[in-house]
């Protein structure tokens, strides 16, 4: 088992002990990522972050890696594989010669 998938089983783990899962459907979870998104942007909101904690941002952060996880897994999205593939869609768009392909 990589991190990701402990991580996921943690999130999982502690929403089912809540019985928390019929209120995890997708449109729900895409919404909660948006407002903990925003939550986090909020921190930078009127200056460029030096004097924003990293407790601050680390608890944001993790707030919208929690809900990105609980979306994987109420959509049986393998997190790691649709990142890997991601990332080698954005290599082929944008080669490391410097030149961009669209």
């Keep these: 088992m990589n ?3 402990e991580l996921q089983s943690k ?12 209120y995890h459907n997708p449109k729900d979870l895409s919404v909660s990522i948006c407002i903990e998104a925003a939550e986090l ?3 930078f909101q009127w200056n460029d972050g030096p004097d924003v904690s ?5 608890e ?6 929690i809900y990105v996880l609980s979306l994987a897994d109420v959509t049986d999205i393998d997190v790691c594989k649709a990142v890997s593939d991601k990332i ?3 290599e082929e768009k944008y080669p490391l010669n410097g030149s961009k392909s669209f």
């Design 3 to 5: 991190d990701i998938e």
């Design 54 to 58: 990293k407790e601050r941002i680390a």
């Design 11 to 22: 999130v999982v783990d502690f929403r089912d002990r809540r019985d928390w899962l019929r």
């Design 88 to 90: 080698k869609k954005n």
């Design 60 to 65: 944001e952060m993790a707030d919208v890696l």
């Design 41 to 43: 942007l909020e921190l």
